[in-house]
């Protein structure tokens, strides 16, 4: 079931970069990447501290810019945290959500990325939600499982318009900065299943525009096999973003 999907590759920093960094490398991506982003959608997701640098970087170039958090509220006495109007006023488009770090260092619910995701959609920003398993849980067979139980609860308070709006990011957790990639067919296989599961959910046109990407161990020589796959429709890159050269292959991977 694949669709007219306009491929998107996003890079997470983490907690990598300073400003002076971050503003460096984002001007680095830039001028790697030309005047045209080729019909593919590059988003950068450096730490709240950099994204102002980021966002004058890439200005009028077309790349977007994530947080990787944010808290539902507009605002409050919630010490520590960013709203969804301060991630817009620094100049962001998009937020990753749910990431398998945050799920498993912070305590970050499904429920909580789901109340996280109607207020990022409702603020104009497009959340960017991952969903994966451990290797434990890959191992006793519940892949499916856990993926259907974190895609449904994501998503089911949106409606059909707004899972378009969305992007997923299918995140196997033992593939997150290990080196160990899943193969294209087991990450397609994956992939497959959450689109027939919104398909059922919310109807086969939500099914057929919603963007799903795959993240773990995403490099220069993975990326072309990956993304030939029906549907995979653009990577989340973690380790491999954090350099202009190895990013920029990434995003320029050659068309199978
Ligand atoms: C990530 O952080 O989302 C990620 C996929 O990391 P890496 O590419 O380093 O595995």
Known sequence: MSGPRRPLLAGNWKMYKTTAEAGRLARDVRAGLGDALAGRDVVLAPPFTSLLAVAEAVRGSGIGLAGQNVHPEVEGAFTGEVSPVMLKDAGCSHVILGHSE??????????????????????????????????????????????????????????????????????????????????????????AFIRRLVDRSHGEAAARGLRILYGGSVKPDNIGALMAQADIDGALVGGASLKADSFLQIVHYPKA
């Open 102 to 191: 945050r799920r498993q260092m912070f305590g970050e619910t499904d429920e909580g990325v789901a109340k996280k995701a109607l207020a990022a959609l409702a603020y104009g920003l497009t959340p960017i939600v991952c969903v994966g398993e451990t290797l434990t849980e890959r191992e006793s067979s519940r892949t499916m499982e856990v993926v259907e139980r974190q895609t449904e609860r994501a998503l089911r308070a949106l409606s059909a318009d707004q899972v378009v709006a969305t992007v997923l990011a299918y995140e196997p957790v033992w593939a997150i900065g290990t080196g160990k990639v899943a193969t294209p067919a087991q990450a397609e296989e994956v992939h």
